[in-house]
C-alpha cells in the first residue's frame, strides 16, 4: 500500500489484527497520536478479540471431525463419482444396448432367430439392464424398494401399472424376495422386482406397460449379465441376473411358467 494513503476503517481492523505490513502499521501509530478517543475504541477491540479467541480455544483443540477429515472427503467424493459414472454407464446402455451382446437360447425355449436385430437394440431390455445396474451399484436405492408379500405386492404393482402383474415366488430357487419399486419408461411406468439369493446375489424381474405384441422368451447376456425377455398381452417381461446361464435357465423357467400360470 502506497504512503501517504487516507487511514481508513480497514487499515484500523487490520492494524488490530496485526495484519498490516511494518509501514503501514508505522503510518497508523503516527495517526492515533492525539486521536485518544480512537486509541481507545482500538484497545477495546483487542480485549474483544482475545476474549473471542478464549471461548473457542476449546473448539480449536478439539479433533478434527472423521467425516470433516480430508482422506474421508476424497472417499465420498471418489464414491460420487463411481455411482454417477454407473448411472451415465446405464443411460448410455439404454440408447446401445445389444452392441456386441453374446446371444443364446435353452433347449426349453424358441431359439432367437438372427435377422431380428430388433431384439438386440429394444428399448425396453435396455431399461430392464439399466434399472438392474442401478439397483446393483448404489446401495442407496435399496431403502427405495417397497416392502411386503407377495399378494401386498402384486396389489399395489397392479395398481400403479393398470394392469394385474403378479410377483414370482422363487423361494423354492432358493431367492428371497427383497421388495418392488416403480419406475418411469418413457411416458408409461414401469415395475421393477428385487430378489436376493444365496451370497447377496442379486435378480431382479422387470415389467414395462404399453408394449405391443408377443414374443417367445428370448435369452441374452450382457456385462456380465444373464436376461430372459418376453412379450404378452401389452406388457414386456424381463429377468436379470448375475448368476450362471444353467441355474439362470432354471430361474427363468419358473418365473415364466408361475405368471403363464397365473395369467399375468
Given amino acids: 500500500m502506497?504512503?501517504?494513503l487516507p487511514i481508513g476503517e480497514d487499515d484500523l481492523q487490520a492494524y488490530v489484527d496485526g495484519r498490516l505490513a511494518p509501514d503501514r502499521a508505522a503510518e497508523v501509530e503516527t495517526y492515533l497520536v492525539g486521536r485518544p478517543e480512537l486509541e481507545a475504541r482500538l484497545a477495546a477491540y483487542r480485549v474483544q478479540r482475545e476474549e473471542l479467541r478464549q471461548r473457542l480455544r476449546p473448539l480449536a483443540d478439539e479433533p478434527i471431525p472423521a467425516r470433516l477429515r480430508v482422506a474421508a472427503i476424497r472417499a465420498r467424493r471418489r464414491q460420487r463419482q463411481w455411482r454417477w459414472a454407473m448411472r451415465a454407464a446405464a443411460a448410455c446402455l439404454i440408447l446401445t444396448v445389444g452392441a456386441g451382446a453374446g446371444w443364446w437360447a435353452?433347449?426349453?425355449f424358441a431359439p432367437v432367430a438372427q435377422d431380428r436385430p430388433v431384439l438386440a437394440e429394444d428399448p425396453a431390455l435396455g431399461l430392464a439392464f439399466a434399472a438392474h445396474w442401478t439397483l446393483a451399484e448404489d446401495g442407496d436405492a435399496v431403502p427405495?424398494?417397497?416392502s411386503g408379500d407377495r399378494a401386498e405386492l402384486s396389489g399395489w404393482i397392479s395398481g400403479r401399472l393398470g394392469h394385474d402383474i403378479t410377483v414370482p415366488d422363487l423361494s423354492r430357487q432358493g431367492f428371497e424376495l427383497?421388495?418392488?419399486r416403480v419406475l418411469p419408461a418413457a411416458?408409461?411406468?414401469a415395475a421393477q422386482i428385487a430378489y436376493r439369493g444365496p451370497g447377496g446375489r442379486r435378480l431382479t424381474f422387470y415389467v414395462k406397460t404399453a408394449e405391443t405384441g408377443d414374443t417367445r422368451p428370448?435369452?441374452?447376456a450382457l456385462g456380465g449379465l444373464n436376461a430372459?425377455?418376453?412379450r404378452d398381452d401389452g406388457c414386456a417381461y424381463a429377468l436379470v441376473g448375475a448368476i450362471g446361464q444353467a441355474r439362470f435357465a432354471e430361474v427363468s423357467d419358473a418365473v415364466f411358467g408361475q405368471m403363464e400360470t397365473d395369467g399375468s
Fill in 187 to 189: 411416458r408409461f411406468a
Fill in 106 to 108: 435353452a433347449n426349453r
Fill in 228 to 230: 430372459m425377455m418376453w
Fill in 144 to 146: 427405495a424398494l417397497r
Fill in 2 to 4: 502506497r504512503a501517504g
Fill in 178 to 180: 427383497v421388495g418392488a
Fill in 218 to 220: 428370448a435369452f441374452t
